[in-house]
């Protein structure tokens, strides 16, 4: 949808048809700089306001739906993260305590 921090030519308007036409479609990636609501936030500043968190699936979203339904980790689990903002604002979305990733504390021991 962006290529070099820039939007692809045509890609609200392909959005907005396939909201309007009722497809399915959802937005995969392996960026961990951003969060799903920061993606939803930049699609509104083009004019796309109907795109959701539900057609989200950045692999951080993924590994915090593994970590809840797989590995049953309960919410309040502290998970300590090598990545970026993106993967820790989902992580403390489903409920874990992000250690690490931009804590100024990553450095120091701590408790698991």
Not at 51 to 65: G, H, K, L, R
Not at 96 to 102: K, N, P, Q, R
Request: hydrophobic share 35%.
């Amino acid at each position: 949808m962006w290529l070099n921090c820039k939007l692809i030519p045509g890609i609200n308007n392909t959005i907005e048809r396939l909201i309007r036409k009722n497809k399915k479609f959802g937005r995969i990636s392996n960026n961990s700089s951003a969060s799903r609501k920061t993606y939803i936030e930049r699609f509104k500043a083009i004019g796309i306001d109907s795109v959701t968190e539900s057609i989200m699936f950045p692999t951080y979203y993924a590994a915090a739906s593994y970590l809840q339904n797989h590995c049953k980790f309960p919410s309040k689990s502290r998970v300590w993260v090598l990545g970026e903002i993106g993967i820790r604002e989902e992580l403390e979305n489903a409920g874990y305590i992000v250690l690490g990733c931009e804590d100024p504390k990553s450095d120091e021991a701590f408790d698991a």
